[in-house]
C-alpha cells in the first residue's frame, strides 16, 4: 500500500480548503511575527466564548469583525469555541495589504464536522486590480493564501474548516511583481565606487581599454609559499550580477562573500568549472593570481552580465533581498534546486509565463517546505560549508508566505505578459567586456608554472602546462548547416594549454557581436568545435578568441537541417498529482523541469532505478513529452501505473513494468 505522494515531486500551492492546519486546540502566542516579513499580528480586545452543540445551528455576530455561521451537525460535540479576534499589519514583501480585523478560532471540548462561514467586515481597496482574499496563518508560522467571495455589502466570506489565524485581505500579484522589476530596474542602473589597488609586478601589463562594465586593477601579492604573483581584481560596476570567464593558468580565484566551498558545490551541479567560471555578485569583489610564466601571448578576462547563470543570480539575489534576506547557501540552494527556465539568444534573456511559475511553485512551496525544518537547514549548511540554518530557516518561511502568488496564478496570467517583457528588458540590458593583460616571458631559469597547492579560494589549478610556444591564433570557417543559416566552426591553435579561451561570434548585422562563449584547448594549446553558435545574417562572418580576431568568412542562408530520426517507441502513464521533475533522477535533484500538472498524461521513453522515496519506490520515469524531451524525469511514485487517469493514488503500482528500463 503506497501512501501519498513525497513532498520532493509535489508543486505546493495554497488552495481553498486543502491547506493550512486544522481545527486546533491549543492556546496560540499572543504575538505571531511572520519570519523575514516584517509582517505581525496582535490580538486585539477580549476572546468571545460561545457554547456549541451538534444538534443546533451556529450563528453569532463578532463585534467589529462580522458573522460566524454553521449548520446543525458541524460540530462533533457539545462543547465551545474561543474566538479571539487579530489584527495583521503584513510587510511589504508578502504583497498583501490587509482588509480589516480577522480572527483566530480555538476548540474546546468539539472539533469540526463540516465548514463554518464567516463574513468578515472589509474595507476596500485603493487598489482597482486587487482580489478579496483571506490569509490563513498555519501553526508552522507560514501563510497561504485562499480567494474569498466579496458581497454586495462588502463583506468577505468564506466557508473553510482552517480555524488557525484568518485576516481578510486584499491582493494583486501584479504589485508585487512590480516591486521586484523596480527593484532590478534600481540595480541595472546603479553603479558601484571603483577598485583602489596599484604596485602590479614589472613584468605584468594590464590593458587600460575595456568598458565601465567593471572595475579593474592589479596589484603584487604571494601565494602561501611565498611565490610572486600579479593579483587582477575585478568589480562589477552594475547592481546586478556578472559572469567572468577566467582565462590562463590562475594561480588562486577568489570571490568576496562567497566561500569556495559554496562556490565548488554550486559549480558541481551545475556543471561547470569553479575556478574557469565565476558569477560576481553586484558589488563584489574577485581576485585572480598569476604567476609569472615562459610567454607573452595576451590574455582575456570575459565579462557579461547577458548569461542565464548571471541573470539568475541577479534575479534570485534580488529576490531573496525582497524577502528579507542574503544568506548565501540559501541563494546557492535556490539557484541549483529551482530552475528559473532563463534561456539566452540574440535577443537576450527571455523567460516564458509557465516556467515563472514553474519556478515559483518550486521556491515557495518545495524549497520553502524543506528548508524550513531546522534538521535540513542544519544539513544544507554543513553540506556547503557555509549559511546559517535559523537564516535559512527564516528565510524559506518568508519564501513559503509567498506561496500565493501561485495560488492567485490563473487569475492574473494574461496580466503577466508586461511582467514577462520587464524583466526580458532588465536582464538583457547588459554590456560585455573583455579585460586583456599580457606578461614579460620569465627566462627559463625561473620556471614560470602556477604554483598547484591550495588557493586562497580553495582548490589548485591541477598542475596546467604551457602550451606549445606557437602564436596564438584562431581561424574560422562555414560550419554544418544550422537551424538559421550555418554553423562557425572555430579552431583555436597556440593558446596555452588545457586552459579556457573567451569567444564571441560576430557578424555583418552583429558587429558588436551576438553570442560568448568559452573553448577548452588540449595538452598542445589547439581546440576545435561547431557546435556553438550559428548565424543566417552576412555577409561577414568572424569571431574573436582571448583577443585573437579570425579571419573573415562569407556566406548567406543555409539550407534547412535534414529531418530529425523518429522518436522512439513511448508509454502513456498519467500522475495522481503535481509532479515535479529533474535531470538528476539519483538525488532528485540538478535542474527542475516544468511541473507535470495533476491527472495530465505524458509519455514515458523508460525506467530507471535511482532516488527512494518516501514509501519506498526507487522507479524513475524518463519523459519524452515535449517540453520534457528524454531531458527530465519524474518518480514513478506520482503515477498511476496500471492505466487509471484519477482518483486517488493509494494501492496503485510502483512502476508500469511494461515500460522499458532504460
Known amino acids: 500500500m503506497r501512501r501519498p505522494l513525497p513532498i520532493p515531486f509535489i508543486a505546493i500551492v495554497a488552495v481553498l480548503a486543502t491547506t493550512g492546519c486544522s481545527a486546533r486546540h491549543h492556546t496560540p502566542a499572543a504575538q505571531a511575527p511572520v519570519a523575514g516579513t516584517d509582517t505581525s499580528v496582535r490580538p486585539v480586545g477580549d476572546a468571545i466564548t460561545i457554547g456549541v452543540s451538534p444538534d443546533r445551528t451556529l450563528s453569532a455576530s463578532i463585534p467589529d469583525v462580522g458573522q460566524i455561521s454553521g449548520d446543525a451537525g458541524a460540530f462533533t460535540s457539545v462543547g465551545s469555541i474561543e474566538i479571539r479576534r487579530q489584527a495583521a499589519t503584513f510587510g511589504g514583501a508578502t504583497g498583501l495589504q490587509s482588509a480589516g480585523l480577522g480572527i483566530d478560532v480555538i476548540f474546546h471540548a468539539t472539533g469540526l464536522r463540516k465548514p463554518l462561514t464567516v463574513a468578515f467586515q472589509a474595507s476596500g481597496s485603493t487598489d482597482a486590480d486587487a482580489v478579496p482574499v483571506i490569509a490563513h496563518e498555519a501553526d508552522d508560522g507560514s501563510w497561504n493564501v485562499v480567494p474569498a467571495t466579496r458581497d454586495a455589502s462588502g463583506h468577505f466570506t468564506i466557508s473553510t474548516t482552517q480555524f488557525s489565524i484568518n485576516i481578510p485581505s486584499w491582493a494583486n500579484p501584479l504589485n508585487w511583481w512590480n516591486s521586484l522589476t523596480a527593484k532590478l530596474a534600481s540595480a541595472v542602473g546603479g553603479r558601484t565606487a571603483p577598485l583602489n589597488c596599484a604596485g602590479a609586478p614589472s613584468w605584468f601589463h594590464l590593458d587600460a581599454g ?217 536582464l538583457s540590458d547588459g554590456q560585455s567586456a573583455q579585460v586583456s593583460y599580457h606578461m614579460d616571458p620569465a627566462p627559463s631559469s625561473t620556471g614560470g608554472g602556477p604554483n598547484a597547492g591550495t588557493q586562497p579560494g580553495g582548490g589548485s589549478t591541477g598542475g596546467i602546462q604551457p602550451g606549445n610556444g606557437a602564436p596564438a591564433a584562431v581561424a574560422l570557417s562555414q560550419g554544418s548547416a544550422a537551424p538559421q543559416g550555418y554553423r562557425y566552426a572555430v579552431r583555436l591553435t597556440g593558446f596555452p594549454a588545457r586552459t579556457s579561451v573567451a569567444v564571441t561570434c560576430y557578424d555583418s548585422t552583429s558587429p558588436g557581436g551576438f553570442y560568448s562563449f568559452t573553448m577548452a584547448t588540449d595538452a598542445a594549446g589547439n581546440g576545435f568545435t561547431q557546435s556553438q553558435c550559428y548565424s543566417a545574417d552576412g555577409p561577414d562572418h568572424w569571431v574573436n578568441a582571448g583577443g585573437h580576431e579570425s579571419n573573415h568568412v562569407t556566406w548567406g542562408g543555409g539550407a534547412a537541417p535534414p529531418p530529425p530520426p523518429p522518436p522512439p517507441s513511448t508509454h502513456a502513464e498519467t500522475v495522481g498529482g503535481n509532479t515535479n521533475t529533474w535531470t538528476n533522477y539519483t538525488n532528485a535533484g540538478g535542474n527542475q523541469g516544468p511541473t507535470i500538472p495533476a491527472y495530465t498524461t505524458v509519455q514515458v521513453s523508460c525506467r530507471v532505478t535511482g532516488f527512494r522515496v518516501a514509501d519506498g519506490d526507487t522507479w524513475w520515469y524518463r519523459v519524452a513529452s515535449p517540453g520534457w524531451d528524454n531531458t527530465y524525469y519524474a518518480s514513478a511514485d506520482a503515477f498511476y501505473n496500471n492505466g487509471q487517469t484519477s482518483g486517488s493514488l493509494h494501492g496503485t503500482p510502483f512502476v508500469d513494468e511494461a515500460v522499458p528500463v532504460c
Open 210 to 426: 575595456h568598458s565601465d562594465l567593471v572595475h579593474v586593477c592589479a596589484k603584487t601579492n604571494h601565494t602561501g609559499d611565498g611565490t610572486e604573483v600579479a593579483e587582477v581584481q575585478i568589480k562589477s560596476n552594475r547592481g546586478v550580477s556578472v559572469e567572468v570567464t577566467v582565462p590562463g593558468r590562475p594561480a588562486y580565484v577568489w570571490v568576496e562573500g562567497i566561500p569556495w566551498s559554496v562556490r565548488k558545490w554550486e559549480a558541481t551541479q551545475l556543471g561547470y568549472d569553479a575556478n574557469q567560471t565565476v558569477i560576481l555578485p553586484a558589488g563584489a569583489t574577485m581576485t585572480v593570481g598569476y604567476t609569472r610564466e615562459r610567454t607573452s601571448a595576451p590574455f582575456s578576462f570575459f565579462v557579461t552580465g547577458t548569461t542565464v547563470k548571471a541573470a539568475a543570480d541577479t534575479f534570485i539575489r534580488d529576490l531573496v533581498d525582497l524577502v528579507g534576506s542574503t544568506d548565501v547557501a540559501f541563494v546557492a540552494y535556490t539557484e541549483v534546486k529551482c530552475s528559473t527556465g532563463f534561456s539566452a539568444g540574440p535577443g537576450g534573456i527571455s523567460i516564458g509565463v509557465a516556467a515563472l511559475k514553474d519556478f515559483l511553485s518550486c521556491w515557495t512551496g518545495a524549497l520553502a517546505g524543506e528548508l524550513r525544518d531546522l534538521t535540513k537547514a542544519q544539513q544544507v549548511v554543513s553540506q556547503l560549508g557555509a549559511g546559517d540554518a535559523a537564516t535559512i530557516v527564516k528565510t524559506a518561511k518568508a519564501a513559503g508566505a509567498l506561496g500565493w502568488l501561485v495560488s492567485l496564478w490563473p487569475v492574473y496570467q494574461l496580466g503577466f505578459g508586461n511582467v514577462i517583457d520587464k524583466l526580458h528588458e532588465l
